[in-house]
């Protein structure tokens, strides 16, 4: 498994720990975007298919594969940045029977196991300074029978559709303890967000390209408060700052998704329910 390294948020200056995901080559070898650290990390305010990829080399068969490009939400203010990786460099022979040529983009619905392919558990590429446990990693002798310790680590599914990312908070709420998880019926209501239901859960997926506003966050708190329910909320481009000081008021957990599939809590009532579950 990869170390995490730190990563410095280029709006606030915190340094957010980062561990790079492991994702799993056709020959059965673990591959590791190698990342540049010695460059800027840069802020995500807009998302393009082309730039959501990098190309990363097995070293074990030389296979190129294009997987997600490694990002980070900074745990201080909510800011997605993209973690530069260095360039593929050509290789002797490249695309000579002994070095296959680039192979298209994989699509399977589940990444193959592989060493810790889950990549970074929740709030692992958080800093210290909040203590979110990871599927029990971390607990100290105090914390062995808390729920968190109980729970084995969250496996992802890599996103690449907005229907991939209704689909892993379904799975992650899913891992959180609340019990089935579903859309509601009827017509749905003509919004960017889609609703996930469950008994004591109301919950709003954000797959789109643009940060999630205060409005977004007010309507999933009245969606719970009149269905007597616990509200979360899950985007995949970050939270306004207004967003994020109102979820704060109301106590509403938020969570931030990358294309590896890994949710992560970016307030203290997501680490709240990290820590305690449903």
């Known amino acids: 498994m990869a170390e995490a390294v730190p990563v410095r948020c280029p709006a606030c200056l915190r340094e957010n720990g980062y561990t790079v995901p492991v994702f799993p080559c056709a020959c059965g070898s673990p591959v590791v975007p190698p990342l540049d650290l010695a460059a800027e990390p840069l802020p995500l305010t807009r998302r393009t298919w082309s730039e959501t990829w990098v190309a990363v080399r097995c070293g074990a068969c030389g ?25 593929l460099t050509a290789e002797p022979g490249a695309g000579s029977p002994g070095h296959p040529p680039p192979r298209p983009r994989p699509a399977p619905a589940h ?3 592989a060493p810790d392919a889950s990549g970074p558990g929740p709030g692992q590429g ?11 990693a971390g607990a100290g002798p105090g914390h ?31 891992w959180l303890g609340f019990e089935d998880v579903r859309q509601p019926d009827g017509r749905p209501v003509p919004s960017a967000a889609v609703d996930l239901r469950a008994p004591g859960l109301v919950a709003q997926v954000d797959p789109t390209t ?19 329910a616990t509200s979360v909320y899950f985007a995949l481009a970050g939270y306004t700052d207004e967003a994020r000081i109102r979820a704060d008021d109301l106590g509403i957990p938020l969570f931030v998704m990358d294309l590896t599939g890994m949710p992560q809590p970016v307030n203290d009532p997501a680490d709240e329910l990290l820590g305690t579950g449903a």
């Open 144 to 174: 062995a029978s808390s729920p968190a310790a109980r729970r084995p680590a969250f496996r992802p599914l890599t996103i690449r559709t907005a229907r991939d990312a209704v689909t892993t908070a379904a799975l992650y709420l899913r």
């Open 126 to 136: 958080r800093s210290q300074g909040r203590g979110a446990a990871v599927g029990g």
């Open 111 to 113: 990444p193959a196991p």
């Open 63 to 87: 296979r190129e594969g294009e997987w997600p490009h490694p990002e980070v939400g900074c745990a201080s203010c909510g800011t997605v940045v993209r973690i530069p990786v260095h360039p």
């Open 210 to 228: 643009a940060p999630a506003g205060l409005r977004a966050v007010e309507c999933v708190w009245l969606n719970g408060l009149t269905s007597c």
